[in-house]
């Protein structure tokens, strides 16, 4: 197995990064390195899955198109037993390549050519904002909670499945997603500023949860909860 461990200033946890491209594991891992991130590398998906069952990574940046598993059957296979925060890098920018991955359980999707450079921001705000969660008891309060048992979290002291805390983060973010739709009066631009996304991410959330209509899905601005009866009072 091709993988290769480089050590960090070790203050965001352990991070796993799958890409058959040399070149752009170098790029990720030293960006990853930067913001205190512990590094493994694995060459495509089945060795990041070995990886991952083994080293339990607090984060992973998975590339889409790999060898032998590519990286949305690696997030498919990981999210079977653990919620943890994944980044997909893919040269292929589409509404549709979006959805699909966002489908399986990627937490952010960037373009490979355009947002290359921002993973290490983009990985360092996921952990932040884990960690911040389990202060406030959401999830277990280190990043991998791998004490607990692949796919286990706890909160209130009681044990949660990873599809149990799947489904309470779906609960959380429908109700962030209504919030800022209303007071952003539905414009999406300013949705993905405020929540730390991209425009196609918040589209696709908002669609999935029936809050932005199919024909209106490449405006920038919806209508907000409650506009129309505001309208008239």
Known sequence: MDAVTVDGPRTMGRALVADDLPGAREIIGDQLCGVGFTVVYAKDGLDAFDLFVREAPGLIVTDWQMPRLNGVGLVRRIREISDVPVVMLTAFGSIRDCEEAMRVGV???????????????????????????????????????????????????????????????????????????????????????????????????????????????????????????????
């Open 107 to 233: 937490d952010r999707y960037l373009q490979s050519g355009r947002d290359l450079q921002r993973v290490g921001e983009v990985a360092r705000e996921l952990m932040r904002d884990r960690i911040a969660k389990a202060k406030r008891g959401g999830i277990a309060n280190t990043p991998s909670a791998p004490e607990l048992g692949a796919g286990r979290f706890s909160r209130g002291g009681a044990l949660w499945t990873a599809a149990e805390a799947r489904s309470l983060a779906q609960q959380e973010l429908r109700k962030e997603l209504q919030k800022q739709l209303f007071e952003c009066r539905g414009n999406v631009s300013e949705m993905a500023r405020r929540m730390g996304k991209d425009r196609s991410t918040i589209r696709y959330h908002l669609r999935r949860f029936g809050m932005l209509e199919s024909s209106t899905s490449r405006s920038t601005r919806v209508e907000p909860p409650n506009s129309h009866s505001s309208r008239g009072s």
